[in-house]
């Protein structure tokens, strides 16, 4: 009824839109009015110099339906629909028991022959419109600035009728503390932790108020529970949905957190409640994890710097600065650990203050494109089966590429030539994130072959695609490096002297006898020349010389107890220091330009349409103008008590332009968690090795923060509050890591540092397993003394079980059946006596109640 523009009656797009209308007579009780222009604040925000109307009264939720193409819309109304009934049963999906008396889109389109756009449009649209209206959902409609949009405001209005709809869900809500006898627990971080209970209209008094992420919740439960909102923006019955930005919120967020001006900051452990506040849990969560990340980066660059400030001279080594790099190894395992154990213990102290216990289980909501006849039956196993080959496949794909480069690169070097030995870094870190950038755009359609039931469920199978894949694309190029290369590309000839000059084509390195000596002929070089490769050189079992992939690059004399040695720089250690520092760098930059992009493709696009709407004469200079800061001006320039744009216009381009969905310009939950876990495995497997990596991780994470927040805050699409009991499956994934990590760090120390690298085999695997024992015992001694759950996340619950037990319990009422009980004896003297015993301990004759039983 309120579908028009300014609030007016629906306007079919064509002639065949009054039939759509006849259906929907019927659902005329409310006729809401658009609020009056006037009656709109005005404000600013940080992405634009222009003034915009603050209409975000009185909306909960917003949909975007385009109008014809007569009117400047995407919609052709005279297009041929080919299977309207198929399309439609498509959006309304759902039992038929879940929609209201008189839904009968399915009975104009039984015949299932083809149609007018603009008729389907029409009838879909009025259906909808029905649907909403009989929920007792308010529908308030609005004209875009150019008018080929229209904007439907929904919100959910009276508050009797969201505590109906909390109720049939079993929402819960935190108890008030004003309730009577309850006092709010405080737990160790000092944060007052309320009690919650399923939502009840008799509960009321004792609950808190409903806030705007509670009723977006449930608007949005109650429309996924009916109609597919995806397959209405498929079909462009909407062009896309969001729930609706809050000023107030925005500008609290802009002045405490979302702020570049903050970036040299480290984030507080507040931050993630003001996320929770306007996002939801989910992204709560996830800003308190980056947050405490960062916290521990700060350590870990200050125990970085140290390794840094002992170890500033790589050609004045000594053994126990060598050794400082195995203890500098130890406590980044320990690290790992820790920060592994301190947020988990942080997560559940979160779970509880946000009241998101059970919660996975208890919102759920099943996907249109679940197909529960395909779950357990062989063809759903079988379409499993082929997601998990396609991801070994792929996997052993980009393996052979890494190893096919580095034979090709040994070809070339022994042929003395040094091109591609001089590239393969950056070549391989190309290839590293061309890898995964393929891989991220076919990973959805494998994923949905394995028909998930709920959308946390998809989340979670998509996120450990993808981080499977990734994680071993960022990982394989480094280990094959540091513990392949020197076993699978070894030089071998009948003589040492031979393997040398086959090895040192381009001239010996330098610090050695034969410092960039060209080997022209072998007969020239002694053996007391090639001493230095004695660690480096072995005789196959075939009898061949053979100097291994690691060969030295520089040699130096070093000072220690037993003299002066001769240690040596090789061409692992330095190609893996040289291909950490390229590929970690170009992570972190191209992390930090894929945040800048969609806030300056945000501007430039909301920019286009104000100049469009204001008349200005050039829109390149109108682009200038806005990336420089300053207001557009045009031939329609309205005066200063008036706006040209919206903050519902604006969110409306950010829906298009960047949604919080996966692979838009606005992010995901899954790509950014995933973007930062692939550099948190490069620092924990490989930090040891390039220690600087957590002093630049530390800087480019903070602005990276910082930005992450001004995205989410001023340019993405405000998404879904959705809930969630904590990080989901990248807790897994994260634990996954630190164990590699316990592996890697202690394999690097091992096979790759001095002393260790130069012992012999089977004292390097004793080493090897002893360390990595004693390693993962650590991380078993850490995990027990910080347990998961703490102690006061267990006293509050048991207090605030016991308040919600008191709010859900209702007194028992006598029974209204007395059954006879003059048969019953359960008295200290028995029945045959004929006696009872007396107040005072003696037998006295009696007659026993027939309706009573003596217990004495």
């Given at each position: 009824q309120a579908f028009g523009p300014e609030g007016r009656p629906f306007v079919p797009m064509n002639g065949t839109g009054m039939r759509a209308m006849a259906m929907h007579e019927k659902y005329s009780s409310l006729s809401p009015r658009a609020p009056e222009e006037d009656s709109f604040e005005l404000g600013k925000i940080p992405l634009l110099a222009e003034t915009l109307e603050i209409d975000d009264k009185d909306v909960t939720v917003v949909l975007l339906f385009p109008r014809s193409d007569e009117e400047g819309?995407?919609?052709?109304?005279?297009?041929?629909?080919?299977?309207?009934?198929?399309?439609a049963q498509k959006i309304f999906y759902r039992p038929p028991e879940l929609y209201p008396e008189g839904f009968s889109i399915f009975r104009e389109f039984a015949d299932n022959e083809p149609c007018d756009e603009g008729r389907y449009?029409?009838?879909?649209?009025?259906?909808?419109?029905?649907?909403?209206?009989?929920?007792?959902?308010?529908?308030?409609?609005?004209?875009?600035?150019?008018?080929?949009?229209?904007?439907?405001?929904?919100?959910?209005?009276?508050?009797?009728r969201l505590v109906q709809v909390a109720s049939h869900y079993g929402y819960r809500m935190p108890v008030s503390e004003h309730a009577d006898k309850y006092r709010m627990k405080v737990n160790a971080e000092g944060s007052r932790v309320p009690a919650y209970t399923e939502c009840a209209l008799e509960k009321?008094?004792?609950?808190?108020?409903?806030?705007?992420?509670?009723?977006?919740?449930?608007?949005?439960?109650?429309?996924?529970?009916?109609?597919?909102?995806?397959e209405m923006r498929k079909q462009k019955i909407i062009i896309s949905h969001f729930p609706a930005a809050q000023y107030d919120c925005i500008k609290h967020l802009g002045s405490d957190w979302a702020t570049l001006r903050r970036a040299v900051c480290v984030p507080s452990r507040a931050d993630a409640d003001l996320a929770r506040s306007y996002f939801g849990e989910r992204i709560g969560f996830f800003f308190a994890w980056f947050s405490e990340y960062n916290r521990y980066l700060l350590f870990l660059s200050c125990i970085s710097l140290t390794a840094l400030l002992v170890d500033n001279d790589p050609h004045a080594q000594s053994r126990w600065t060598a050794w400082t790099k195995i203890i500098y190894a130890v406590v980044l395992v320990g690290w790992i650990a820790s920060f592994n154990e301190q947020f988990k213990r942080r997560a559940n102290r979160l779970k509880q203050r946000w009241g998101m216990k059970d919660w996975d289980n208890n919102q759920a909501v099943s996907l249109p494109s679940y197909d529960e006849e395909l779950d357990g039956t062989q063809l759903g196993s079988l379409y499993k089966t082929l997601s998990s080959s396609a991801v070994v496949l792929y996997l052993l794909f980009f393996a052979g590429m890494i190893m096919g480069i580095a034979f090709v690169d040994k070809g070339m070097r022994d042929d003395g030539d040094m091109r591609l030995a001089n590239w393969s870094p950056l070549i391989i870190s190309i290839l590293m994130k061309v890898s995964s950038f393929v891989w991220g755009k076919v990973a959805p359609a494998i994923v949905r072959l394995q028909n998930h039931r709920t959308d946390s469920r998809y989340t979670d199978a998509l996120s450990a695609n993808l981080a499977t894949v990734k994680l071993f694309v960022a990982l394989f190029p480094f280990c094959q490096l540091a513990f392949i290369e020197g076993w699978a590309n070894q030089t071998c000839?009948?003589?040492?002297?031979?393997?040398?000059?086959?090895?040192?084509?381009?001239?010996?390195?330098?610090?050695?006898?034969?410092?960039?000596?060209?080997?022209?002929?072998?007969?020239?070089?002694?053996?007391?020349?090639l001493a230095f490769l004695g660690k480096f050189s072995h005789r196959n079992s075939h009898g061949m010389m053979c100097i291994t992939g690691c060969y030295p690059t520089s040699c130096w004399m070093s000072q220690t107890l037993e003299g002066e040695t001769m240690d040596c720089a090789d061409t692992c250690w330095d190609n893996l220091k040289e291909q950490l520092a390229i590929f970690y760098v170009l992570q972190l930059v191209t992390s930090l330009v894929m945040l800048a992009i969609p806030i300056v493709l945000t501007k430039v696009t909301v920019t286009m349409e104000i100049a469009k709407v204001i008349g200005s004469p050039s829109t390149c200079g109108a682009l200038i103008r806005s990336l420089l800061g300053q207001k557009l001006t045009g031939s329609a320039d309205s005066d200063s008590n008036s706006a040209d744009y919206s903050l519902l216009q604006f969110q409306a381009k950010c829906s298009i332009v960047a949604p919080y969905e996966y692979n838009s310009w606005g992010g995901s939950f899954v790509e950014d968690f995933l973007d930062l876990t692939i550099g948190y495995s490069l620092l924990a497997c490989f930090n040891q090795v390039?220690?600087?990596?957590?002093?630049?991780?530390?800087?480019?994470?903070?602005?990276?923060?910082?930005?992450?927040?001004?995205?989410?805050?001023?340019?993405?699409?405000?998404?879904?509050?959705?809930?969630?009991?904590?990080?989901?499956?990248?807790?897994?994934?994260?634990?996954?890591?630190?164990?590699?990590?316990?592996?890697?760090?202690?394999?690097?120390?091992?096979?790759?540092?001095?002393?260790?690298?130069?012992?012999?085999?089977?004292?390097?695997?004793?080493?090897?397993?002893?360390a990595e024992k004693t390693l993962?015992?650590?991380?078993?001694?850490?995990?027990?003394?910080?347990?998961?759950?703490?102690?006061?996340?267990?006293?509050?619950?048991?207090?605030?079980?016991t308040v919600t037990n008191e709010l859900s319990s209702h007194s028992l009422p006598w029974s209204d059946k007395i059954y006879d009980y003059s048969r019953v004896d359960i008295g200290l003297a028995s029945a045959g006596s004929d006696t009872e015993v007396g107040r005072n301990g003696s037998l006295t004759k009696a007659t026993m109640d027939p309706r009573a039983v003596a217990i004495r």
């Open positions: 819309g995407i919609i052709d109304a005279e297009a041929e629909r080919e299977s309207p009934l198929e399309d449009q029409d009838l879909v649209r009025a259906e909808f419109l029905a649907l909403i209206q009989s929920g007792g959902l308010r529908a308030i409609s609005t004209n875009s600035i150019d008018g080929d949009e229209v904007f439907l405001r929904v919100s959910l209005s009276p508050s009797n009321a008094a004792y609950l808190d108020e409903f806030n705007n992420i509670d009723e977006t919740r449930l608007i949005y439960r109650w429309l996924l529970e009916r109609v597919s909102l995806e000839s009948p003589t040492l002297q031979q393997t040398a000059s086959l090895v040192y084509v381009s001239g010996f390195p330098p610090g050695t006898p034969l410092a960039g000596t060209i080997p022209s002929s072998h007969t020239n070089i002694t053996d007391v020349d390039l220690p600087r990596m957590a002093i630049i991780g530390l800087v480019a994470h903070m602005l990276q923060y910082r930005i992450l927040a001004y995205r989410m805050t001023n340019v993405t699409c405000r998404p879904l509050p959705a809930g969630a009991e904590g990080i989901g499956i990248w807790q897994s994934i994260l634990d996954t890591i630190a164990t590699l990590a316990v592996t890697c760090n202690v394999a690097l120390a091992t096979f790759l540092q001095e002393p260790i690298k130069h012992w012999s085999m089977p004292h390097q695997l004793l080493f090897f397993i002893l993962f015992s650590l991380r078993g001694i850490v995990g027990a003394v910080w347990t998961d759950e703490p102690d006061d996340v267990v006293r509050i619950e048991d207090f605030n079980n």
